[in-house]
């Protein structure tokens, strides 16, 4: 159903039959409802809820942060274009709703920034993983700083911008393309990451397994041995001594036709010997 919804919208920006508000406000739902799935798929599969700290914080990241900041970096690319191509004073109204997607912005990218480093503090990756992060990572960083640095100084700070909004679309479309080369580096980290703490929980619930089963044949065992170490006392199967001793207690003395001499130490035996004592 989504890719139906991008595909008409693909067909009518391409058509030119849908204005440039009425498109970017179907775009920036479409992306909205992609954001959202990503963000369910996260904890779909318990990303969000990993007990390792590193994951959790590279999982969020990724799957939430990071392409929320771009979007917004996006939303900025399109309304700072559409402002500068008035070659005017920016409207008051115009100009608060462009800063407070600014102040979105830099949050969400603050937001990233607070979560990279947290996964760097974690201390759980291998040198060569973490030299690959520590790039992408510093490569979004620079990015995100040059996409909020030309949104406000093309368009924000001057008083009547007079920046080529084709320019300033190009290089914001730059900044994003970088974003996502570097996004997707850390995606095949993180996906690598993830497939190796499969493994080690994969490696656990086997060992686990084992102990079970040990656990199980031990006890097993154990149930085999006492029921042999009662029968050795008893001398015989319970039935055959409640046999025994029913007879003797009738006054039966004489041995009964299936009976087998019992060990002299055992119950069974002290009754074959009180029985030819008697």
Same mark, same amino acid.
């Given at each position: 159903?989504?890719?139906?919804?991008?595909? =008409?919208?693909?067909?009518?920006?391409?058509?030119?039959?849908?204005?440039?508000?009425?498109?970017?406000?179907?775009?920036?739902?479409?992306?909205?409802?992609?954001?959202?799935?990503?963000? &369910?798929?996260?904890?779909?599969?318990?990303?969000?809820?990993?007990?390792?700290?590193? /994951?959790? +914080?590279?999982?969020?990241?990724?799957?939430?942060?990071? #392409?929320?900041?771009?979007?917004?970096?996006?939303? @900025?690319?399109?309304?700072?274009?559409?402002?500068?191509?008035?070659?005017?004073?920016?409207?008051?109204?115009?100009?608060?709703?462009?800063?407070?997607?600014?102040?979105?912005?830099?949050?969400? +990218?603050?937001?990233?920034? @607070?979560?990279?480093?947290?996964?760097?503090?974690?201390?759980?990756?291998?040198?060569?993983?973490? @030299?690959?992060?520590?790039?992408?990572? /510093?490569?979004?960083?620079?990015? *995100? =700083? &040059?996409?909020?640095?030309?949104?406000?100084?093309?368009?924000?700070?001057? =008083?009547?911008?007079?920046?080529? #909004?084709?320019?300033?679309?190009?290089?914001?479309?730059?900044?994003?393309?970088?974003?996502?080369?570097?996004?997707?580096?850390?995606? /095949?980290?993180?996906?690598?990451?993830?497939?190796?703490?499969? =493994?080690? /929980?994969?490696?656990?619930?086997?060992?686990?397994?084992?102990?079970?089963?040990?656990?199980?044949?031990?006890?097993?065992?154990?149930?085999?041995?006492?029921?042999?170490?009662?029968?050795?006392?008893?001398?015989?199967?319970?039935?055959?001594?409640?046999?025994?001793?029913?007879?003797?207690?009738?006054?039966?003395?004489?041995?009964?036709?299936?009976?087998?001499?019992?060990?002299?130490?055992?119950?069974? *035996?002290?009754?074959?010997?009180?029985?030819?004592?008697?």
């Amino acid at each position: 159903a989504r890719r139906g919804e991008w595909d =008409e919208l693909l067909a009518a920006v391409q058509g030119k039959q849908i204005q440039g508000p009425e498109s970017s406000a179907r775009h920036t739902a479409l992306i909205g409802n992609l954001l959202r799935t990503l963000g &369910r798929v996260s904890d779909q599969w318990g990303i969000s809820f990993d007990p390792s700290s590193q /994951t959790y +914080f590279m999982g969020l990241a990724v799957t939430r942060e990071t #392409p929320a900041f771009i979007e917004l970096m996006g939303q @900025t690319r399109a309304r700072g274009a559409n402002l500068l191509s008035t070659k005017a004073a920016l409207d008051p109204a115009a100009k608060a709703r462009f800063e407070g997607l600014q102040t979105q912005m830099r949050s969400a +990218f603050d937001d990233a920034s @607070t979560l990279y480093q947290k996964v760097a503090d974690a201390g759980e990756i291998n040198a060569p993983s973490k @030299t690959t992060l520590d790039a992408a990572v /510093t490569q979004l960083r620079d990015l *995100g =700083e &040059r996409g909020i640095r030309l949104a406000q100084d093309k368009v924000v700070a001057p =008083e009547v911008p007079d920046y080529p #909004p084709a320019q300033y679309f190009r290089e914001a479309t730059e900044v994003i393309d970088g974003m996502y080369v570097a996004l997707v580096q850390v995606e /095949t980290l993180a996906s690598q990451q993830l497939t190796q703490a499969a =493994e080690r /929980t994969r490696n656990k619930a086997w060992g686990v397994l084992l102990s079970v089963l040990i656990l199980v044949a031990a006890l097993a065992w154990m149930g085999w041995y006492m029921v042999r170490r009662v029968l050795g006392e008893l001398g015989a199967e319970p039935a055959q001594l409640r046999q025994i001793a029913q007879a003797v207690a009738e006054g039966n003395l004489v041995s009964l036709s299936d009976e087998r001499a019992a060990d002299p130490g055992s119950v069974t *035996g002290a009754f074959q010997a009180m029985r030819s004592q008697l």
